[in-house]
């Protein structure tokens, strides 16, 4: 038995799930950790990080070795898509990422997640965060307007992605990159998607086993 363990809100992680859900790994262990949880971390690899993927007595702890494995590992009839650089949306992405984490951090703790199962693994995710943003999580979501317009202006100048549907309901190494960044912004509600990439999204959750969080979004 294999075990993967994660946080269920880390993009990190997600880039794991899809693979492994995509490409059918068997004897997959789930391990949710809650936020808090120094210890599992630094006795598996000496370190807080997830996702940590154990394996025939092996532990590694980098997302992209771990998918790589996880494909190489799968049973699944569909192989991944190669990279295209074209549909790469980290560049658009990365120069937006601190309006991204104000709309995203004050809320993901606040939707059920198993991560965030206890008020302690809440209040050591708020006090990394707000540090990380340099203001409270009250006052991101003051500015809420603010860092959804910037964010939105973005998504409106993505690149069109494949859809998995045009390409025989496959998903590619470009789906597992992009999907977790906007998978995170499903958490506010009100944010506006164009409707293709929408439908990427809700494409791209399906074949990888992963939920989108509309309707739990705030």
Same mark, same amino acid.
């Given at each position: ?136 999580? /009250?006052?991101?979501?003051? /500015? ?75």
């Amino acid at each position: 038995m294999s075990r993967l363990y994660i946080y269920d809100h880390c993009p990190f992680c997600i880039r794991t799930l899809i693979v492994a859900h995509y490409r059918q790994v068997s004897d997959l262990q789930q391990v949710v950790l809650l936020n808090d949880d120094e210890d599992s971390c630094h006795r598996l690899i000496g370190r807080k990080m997830v996702p940590i993927f154990e394996h025939q007595g092996i532990t590694i702890a980098e997302s992209m070795d771990i998918a790589k494995l996880l494909d190489e590992l799968g049973e699944g009839p569909k192989a991944l898509r190669p990279l295209q650089l074209g549909e790469a949306i980290q560049p658009r992405l990365q120069p937006v990422q601190a309006h991204s984490w104000a709309l995203t951090y004050p809320r993901v703790t606040r939707i059920g997640m198993d991560t965030f199962a206890t008020e302690s693994a809440c209040d050591y995710f708020r006090a990394k965060k707000e540090a990380l943003l340099g203001c409270s999580f /009250e006052q991101a979501l003051a /500015e809420t307007d603010t860092h959804k317009a910037v964010i939105e202006r973005v998504l409106a100048e993505l690149p069109p992605l494949t859809l998995p549907s045009e390409q025989g309901d496959t998903l590619s190494w470009n789906d597992v990159l992009n999907f977790p960044p906007l998978q995170y912004l499903t958490l506010v509600d009100g944010l506006t998607f164009p409707p293709r990439l929408q439908q990427w999204l809700h494409e791209v959750a399906e074949l990888g086993g992963v939920e989108l969080y509309f309707e739990r979004a705030v």
